[in-house]
């Protein structure tokens, strides 16, 4: 799978306000659905991406992943 198309999926995740499920993203990128479902499974691998199983058809939602001061960033310059 290429870099270029899951940077584009989950840009589709992240503008779409909701869960979506592989041929709304194929729909909306013009992808294969085939290489949506290997970006989405990649995703959900790397924790960039959750996966709803509770519908026939999966739904996926991008992870928010904004890190905040202190909480997992490089730890804080000693002054003295």
């Known amino acids: ?22 041929r709304d993203v194929a ?8 290489v949506v479902q290997a970006a989405l499974n990649w995703l959900y691998e790397e924790k960039a991406a959750e996966r709803d199983k509770t519908c026939a ?5 991008a992870v ?5 001061p202190g909480a997992g ?3 804080a310059p000693a002054t003295g």
Do not use: E, K
């Open 57 to 61: 058809a999966w739904r996926y939602t």
């Open 64 to 68: 928010d992943r904004q890190v905040t």
């Open 1 to 22: 799978m290429g870099a270029m198309h899951a940077v584009v999926v989950v840009r589709v995740l992240r503008h779409a306000g909701h869960a979506v499920t592989i």
């Open 27 to 34: 729909t909306r990128t013009g992808l294969p659905v085939y």
């Open 73 to 75: 960033g490089p730890a």
